[in-house]
């Protein structure tokens, strides 16, 4: 059975969406209107595509009628016997592309990203290796063209990083990236081991949506907001003013440090937009609870068990545990090759996503053993 749901409800809603647009007042909030645009846009094309599907259907059930026609000429019949593949190739294309218009797109898919990576267990060999994931990650956003902006960072002592934070800008960036967040581990021959023994490290990423001040309201009475002077390598000027910003919210307990920038007024800026991504993740995150556990990675405490994916640098190998992906190809990866992860967490997603829209089981993930 390839039937599909419903399409009643979508021309439903497109013809809703069409009478707002129509209305000479549509253009007076243009936040509002860009929404209502885009929605529409994506459900008429939808709603063609459907009609699409229907036609293919119709053509392949006239074919099918003129091969079961004892009477039918022969040529006419060798001519719909040689059309039947690719019609049925056609419609099976149109089927797949109706169900993956069908779910609906998350709001945040389109936003700028704010990315967060932070040494967890494992000492100096966790920050060189937050440093180097930075540097991939980096490397992946400057092949799409995206564009990187530094928001705060701590080094260690050994040319690591303790922690970055940084913006992505460019198109659909938190629809490719929202799946590297959690914790991912690393097993290697640190530089610092004698003995040649493996260890075992951690890092932790979050992938937050920029937020916009519209999106979370924030009380100044709510902030706590400090400077003081930047501690660490810095340039003249950087070391010897009160640059540094530290904003905490009230209300949440979250925390923003932000130091790299000369300017006070810039470092403040830069942490403002942090803080309100955090919260509006947050705000995403309590709405959408339910799909946590499909949609999302949780960082958790950085310990070595709680990870989602394994970078076994003796074996050359890449293991994202949530899909059960393995891949022997390490050293492109870590020069930014992240595609074929990605994609293959796409289509994860999307497995699940139309196992709920139709009702079907949701797709049994492959299972991968411990990795000591």
């Known amino acids: 059975m390839d039937l599909l749901p419903d ?7 497109l013809d809703e969406l069409d009478a707002q647009m129509a209305a000479p007042s549509f253009y007076a909030n243009p936040r509002k209107a860009t929404e209502v645009s885009r929605e529409q846009q994506s459900l008429r094309r939808l709603v063609e595509t459907h009609a699409d599907y229907e036609r293919a259907g119709r053509e392949l059930a006239e074919h099918a009628a003129i091969l079961k026609d004892p ?16 019609l049925q190739a056609r419609r099976d294309r149109l089927h797949q592309a109706v169900l993956l218009a069908m779910i ?7 936003r700028n990203t704010v990315f967060e990576i932070r040494a967890g267990t494992g000492g100096d060999e966790a920050s060189l290796f937050a440093a180097e994931l930075y540097r991939a990650y980096v490397r992946y956003a400057e092949g799409r063209g995206w564009k990187i902006q530094p928001m705060s960072s701590s080094s260690s002592d050994r040319g690591g990083l303790k922690e970055v934070i940084f913006l ?4 659909e960036v938190y629809k490719q990236l929202k799946y590297e967040s959690g914790v991912h581990r690393v097993q290697r021959i640190p530089v610092t081991e004698a003995n040649g ?12 949506p920029e937020a916009e001040e519209v999106d979370v309201q924030i009380d100044p009475q709510d902030l706590d907001i400090s400077v003081m002077r930047a501690s660490g390598p810095g340039g003249q000027g950087v070391n010897t003013t009160d640059s540094a910003v530290r904003i905490v919210h009230k209300p949440s307990g979250l925390m923003v440090y932000c130091a790299d920038d000369r300017s006070q007024i810039k470092n403040k800026a830069r942490a403002m937009a942090v803080l309100r991504s955090r919260l509006l993740k947050l705000k995403e995150d309590e709405e959408q609870a339910k799909y946590a556990a499909q949609r999302r990675g949780q960082i958790g405490t950085g310990g070595r ?14 293991t994202d545990h949530r899909i059960g992906l393995t891949l022997y190809s390490l050293p492109a990866i870590m020069e930014g090759q992240l595609d074929p992860i990605i994609a293959a967490l796409q289509r994860a997603d999307f497995e699940e996503k139309l196992a709920a829209l139709t009702g079907g089981p949701v797709p049994v993930r492959a299972r991968t053993s411990d990795d000591d």
């Open 197 to 208: 023994r493996i260890h075992t490290s951690t890092i932790t990423v979050a992938v937050l």
């Open 104 to 110: 609906p797109p998350e709001p945040s898919d389109s």
């Open 71 to 86: 009477a039918a000429d022969a040529e006419l019949r060798a001519l719909a016997q040689q059309e039947l593949p690719e």
């Open 305 to 318: 068990s709680e990870r989602i994916r394994t970078y076994n640098f003796p074996q050359n190998r890449m």
């Open 168 to 171: 992505i800008t460019g198109s």
């Open 7 to 13: 399409i009643t409800l979508f021309q439903r809603r």
